[in-house]
């Protein structure tokens, strides 16, 4: 996924459906600079990892 479309994502109102690796996710965080996403699996917030924003995929 490209940096632009996650922040986008990230700031969007409404739920957009992603996934990590299969797991549907939230973006928390966006990284502009390292290209990393602060993610955790939906309904699992203590979850909470950072992502290469290549591992995201938008459905």
Same mark, same amino acid.
């Not at 966006?30 to 917030?45: C, F, K, W």
């Given at each position: 996924?490209?940096?632009?479309?996650?922040?986008?994502?990230?700031?969007?109102?409404?739920?957009?459906?992603?996934?990590?690796? $299969?797991? &549907?996710?939230?973006? =928390?965080? /966006?990284?502009?600079?390292?290209?990393?996403?602060?993610?955790?699996?939906? $309904?699992? &917030?203590?979850?909470? =990892?950072? /992502?290469?924003?290549?591992?995201?995929?938008?459905?």
């Amino acid at each position: 996924m490209n940096k632009l479309r996650a922040q986008e994502i990230a700031a969007a109102p409404v739920m957009v459906n992603v996934t990590c690796d $299969g797991v &549907p996710i939230y973006i =928390q965080h /966006v990284d502009e600079h390292n290209e990393t996403a602060t993610i955790y699996p939906l $309904g699992q &917030p203590e979850q909470e =990892q950072t /992502v290469q924003l290549s591992s995201l995929q938008e459905h």
